[in-house]
């Protein structure tokens, strides 16, 4: 369970754009509703979301669906790793690759993985690092691989998830079954609340 509890009311106005929201995604998002306690962070969230790079030429969505599953593990969030590893198969992932993701498997072992796929994880790999920590191989290669547009929409993807994880996290959430039909993802392995001894 979540540490909050939704509101027992919401502005008619954020109960329409949840219900949309929720429609689309076909489940309840509790960190959402949760986030209507503070109508400002709701939407500020949702605009947010609402204008993160989905598909482009330099970042296509593979490569945007790596980051953002590598990014829930870095920053172990079960809800996110839910969420972002949905269908992984139809973004042209595979296990082994959702593997390398977890850090179970090295990224330069799995074969499938381009040099410009590999310099993006790395890259954010030191974003993902508390206190963050860039070495400069890390960013040569992902300069070298991306022109500065396509570098910023790939930091600014890692950061969207760094945001929501760090977010659904500090509420508790926990996943919603996006992804129920995939033992791989381990999501028990990943939970931060951390029951004293």
């Given at each position: 369970m979540s540490y909050l509890d939704p509101p027992a009311r919401m502005p008619v106005l954020l109960r329409v754009f949840l219900w949309m929201v929720e429609r689309r995604m076909g489940k309840s998002l509790l960190a959402n509703r949760i986030l209507t306690w503070y109508p400002k962070a709701f939407l500020g969230s949702g605009i947010m979301e609402g204008l993160v790079a989905h598909d482009e030429p330099e970042v296509p969505r593979r490569l945007l669906g790596l980051v953002r599953i590598h990014?829930?593990?870095l920053v172990s969030c079960p809800f996110c790793i839910d969420l972002n590893s949905r269908e992984f198969e139809h973004k042209g992932i595979?296990?082994?690759e959702i593997r390398a993701l977890q850090g179970k498997v090295p990224l330069v072992d799995v074969p499938s993985l381009t040099d410009g796929e590999r310099a993006a994880l790395r890259y954010v790999e030191c974003m993902c690092r508390t206190p963050v920590e860039f070495t400069t191989e890390a960013v040569a290669n992902a300069k070298k691989h991306?022109?500065?547009?396509?570098f910023v929409i790939l930091t600014s993807t890692c950061a969207q998830v760094n945001f929501w994880t760090r977010l659904i996290q500090s509420f508790g959430v926990p996943p919603a079954g996006f992804s129920a039909e995939c033992p791989i993802l381990d999501l028990e392995a990943y939970t931060t609340l951390k029951k004293k001894p």
């Open positions: 990014t829930s593990f595979t296990e082994q991306f022109s500065p547009r396509g």
